[in-house]
């Protein structure tokens, strides 16, 4: 009875905070009549703008990677977002709102499309695994450095991470260093 009732707490806290935030959402200066549009174009300028009004970090960026991710990067890389007039599916519509929804409530883009490029591999994100920063790959260009001088010596090389988040260093290295323990 209890887990029953909380669910339905749940629930009904979800579905209140959905359509406050819809109303608010409808109150905003993007026009949110132009969600309910297919063309790539309309949806693309109001996110951006909706996104930029509540101050959301790279507002621009997050909304391509959005696209990318949703459209694929064969059809992102032959049409510019910004000249483009094209209509997506309603499918493709309805992914990409509620993909920009997820980020107007600040959840990392990363998290969002569920995964992410990490030098040569596509790493799954979710909540809570920490996600790898852009400057992390410098690192395994320095372990690799070391482990080329210490294959040059004929040495053997091996290594330890020390608290590691996501994974995506150890992953990265014996992924590319098969040998290396």
């Not at 200066?29 to 996110?47: E, G, M, P, R």
């Not at 309603?90 to 998290?111: D, F, S, T, W, Y």
């Not at 920063?133 to 320095?142: A, F, K, N, Q, S």
């Amino acid at each position: 009875m209890f887990s029953h009732h909380c669910t339905g707490l749940v629930k009904g806290y979800t579905r209140l905070h959905k359509c406050s935030f819809y109303v608010h959402f409808q109150s905003s200066k993007a026009n949110s009549k132009n969600l309910d549009s297919q063309n790539l174009k309309l949806i693309t300028t109001t996110w951006v703008q909706r996104l930029k009004e509540e101050s959301v970090p790279e507002a621009e960026l997050s909304v391509n990677i959005i696209l990318d991710h949703i459209l694929g990067r064969d059809r992102m890389r032959y049409c510019d977002v910004k000249e483009n007039e094209q209509d997506l599916t309603m499918e493709e519509a309805r992914q990409i709102n509620e993909m920009c929804l997820k980020r107007l409530q600040r959840v990392p883009v990363q998290h969002i499309i569920g995964e992410w490029d990490f030098r040569y591999l596509t790493l799954k994100m979710m909540p809570p695994v920490f996600i790898p920063r852009p400057e992390t790959e410098g690192l395994i260009d320095l372990v690799a450095s070391h482990h080329d001088l210490a294959a040059y010596k004929g040495d053997k090389f091996n290594f330890l991470e020390v608290g590691c988040g996501s994974g995506a260093i150890c992953l990265s290295i014996l992924s590319e260093y098969p040998k290396v323990s």
